[in-house]
Structures are given as C-alpha cells and as structure tokens.
C-alpha cells in the first residue's frame, strides 16, 4: 500500500510558477512510475506527465517546456515544476504511483487544487 499527499497549489496569476510534492509513504517508491495528472471543472481528468523509476520523463503537448516532473527517492517525493502558467492550467492536480501489475499497485492522492488567474 502507499499512501500519496500532494501540496504546494495555490492562486498564481498567469505567467507564474509553483512547484507542486507528492510525498509517498510505503515502502520501494523508487520502484514506481510516478504521474501528475489533472482534472479541470466540467472536464476529463487527463495526464500531464510522468516519471519511470529510471527517471524517464513523458508529458503530455499541452505543457511541454512549461512543466518539468523530477523525483527524490532518498525522500520518497515526486515534483512537478509549474512555469509560465496559463489560465487553462486551472485545476486538480492529482499524483499516482503505478507499476506492474497495476489491478494491485495503482495509487492515487487526494488532489491539491491550482488557479491561474490575474
């Protein structure tokens, strides 16, 4: 079992930054993917990126060289660096922890909420 808790959402206006932690607990989180994914009002959640436990990165179009995933495993944490946000970046932000086989090793945090708005 791990247990995932995202911090770090806030209110930035446009053109701004945050960085949003995931801690996990449990045990052999260098052992998962781990995932940033949101979820906007009225709106499919869908993925912003993600992060192999042999650092691999993967992002969606729509954040590409705005968003940078990174992870510390001495500290059980994922990151996702936010630059240059935009209004449409307004959303739930939530962090999941899988690998294979994902029926049994899927985890998801409960979400940190981030606005955009001047």
């Known amino acids: 079992q791990v247990q995932l808790v995202e911090s770090g959402g806030g209110l930035v206006q446009p053109g701004g930054s945050l960085r949003l932690s995931c801690a996990a607990s449990g045990n052999n989180f260098n052992t998962y993917t781990m995932g940033w994914y949101r979820q906007a009002p009225g709106k499919q959640r869908e993925l912003v990126g993600t992060?192999?436990?042999?650092?691999?990165?993967n992002y969606a179009d729509s954040v590409k060289g705005r968003f940078t995933i990174s992870r510390d495993n001495a500290k059980n944490t994922v990151y996702l660096q936010m630059n240059s946000l935009k209004p449409e970046d307004t959303a739930v932000y939530y962090c999941?922890?899988?690998?294979?086989?994902?029926?049994?090793?899927?985890?998801w945090g409960q979400g940190t909420q981030v606005t955009v708005s001047s």
């Open positions: 999941n922890a899988r690998k294979m086989p994902e029926w049994i090793f899927n985890f």
């Open positions: 992060i192999t436990s042999g650092d691999s990165t």
